[in-house]
């Protein structure tokens, strides 16, 4: 299957909250060039680090550091059915009434199968699963409960620059039709079959997926802006400066109450490979990705679907 692409398209929350974007599609396809997106190693050794219990959690190494560039180059040649190089556009630095101010760049591509491959062959959904069990939020025993089925194939690829960020927002959920999912499955197995059968009508998201792309894992000292912005990596890049994810002590989703100071309850900071996944929709806790003051922060989105 193709991977399609997406269109930006930001939503008020029905509580009045300021929210992220879903990305509805706009019908054009993308296709891969020769580049295509990286291989997939498994990561036996991957495990969950609980940051808030039943909110947010961290894995690192999800992807290798050049997995991670490998992603990064194939944004340079997704194109569209026509040809055309399917290219980053730059969110509005006006934002509508309702809605968190938001400056940076964004693609969003439909892809099944890419989505699929991150689930199930990188360790993802063995370790996802085992967290949410131990959340309680993931019962095998229960043939009721809501079950995690994979990540939304609504794929967004995210680029802050030097003054990009998102102000304080929540995320929304977003319902996921079945067939997406079905069809997104690169096995033919029995087993895959009996799981797709198994699988529900009614689908929605629980949880957003941010993979970070860029980011050094050894801490950077402190110094002027003018030196932070001459500083390097091994490949010549600038190194990321900004740019954490940080959230607060209170999911309020009150409008009047949003330019209130809140409290900390944790920040992380993006490094290579490195895989964040929160709760969201009316669990969400009110986070921003601060101010990317030096170099270039890449993040891969997605959602676990639950139903």
């Keep these: 299957m193709m991977p399609t692409a997406q269109s930006k398209n930001t939503k008020k929350n029905k509580s009045g909250g300021k929210t992220s974007s879903n990305g509805a599609a706009t019908g054009k396809q993308a296709t891969e060039t020769a580049v295509g997106w990286p291989m997939l190693k498994p990561k036996p050794k991957l495990k969950a680090e609980t940051i808030i219990p039943s909110q947010i959690m961290t894995m690192r190494e999800l992807l290798t550091e050049e997995e991670c560039k490998r992603v990064i180059r194939a944004l340079d040649h997704l194109r569209t059915a026509d040809g055309d190089i399917l290219r980053f556009e730059t969110t509005s630095r006006t934002p509508k009434r309702g809605e968190a101010f938001r400056y940076n760049d964004r693609i969003s ?14 360790g993802l959904k063995t370790s996802c699963e085992a967290w949410l069990r131990e959340q309680g939020s993931h019962r095998d025993d229960d043939p009721q409960a809501a079950r995690c089925w994979g990540l939304n194939p609504n794929l967004r690829f995210y680029r802050y620059r030097v003054g990009h960020k998102f102000e304080k927002h929540f995320d929304e959920s977003v319902q996921i039709s079945k067939s997406d999912l079905s069809s997104s499955s690169s096995s033919s197995s029995s087993s895959s079959s009996a799981i797709q059968s198994e699988m529900p009508e009614t689908l929605w998201t629980e949880h957003t997926l941010l993979i970070y792309l860029t980011g050094s894992k050894d801490p950077i000292q402190k110094s002027t802006k003018e030196e932070a912005e001459s500083q390097t990596g091994a490949d010549g890049e600038p190194l990321l400066r900004g740019g954490e ?3 607060y002590n209170t999911p309020i ?15 992380v900071s993006p490094v290579a490979g490195l895989a964040l996944i929160h709760r969201h929709g009316s ?6 990705a601060r101010e990317v003051t030096a170099g270039a922060k890449y993040v891969l989105r997605s959602d676990l679907v639950f139903g």
């Design 245 to 247: 994810t940080v959230f």
């Design 283 to 288: 669990e969400c806790l009110l986070h921003e």
């Design 109 to 122: 591509i439909h892809d099944p199968l890419f989505a699929d491959t991150l689930w199930a062959k990188t």
């Design 253 to 267: 989703r009150s409008q009047k109450r949003l330019t209130q100071e809140h409290s900390v309850a944790a920040s």
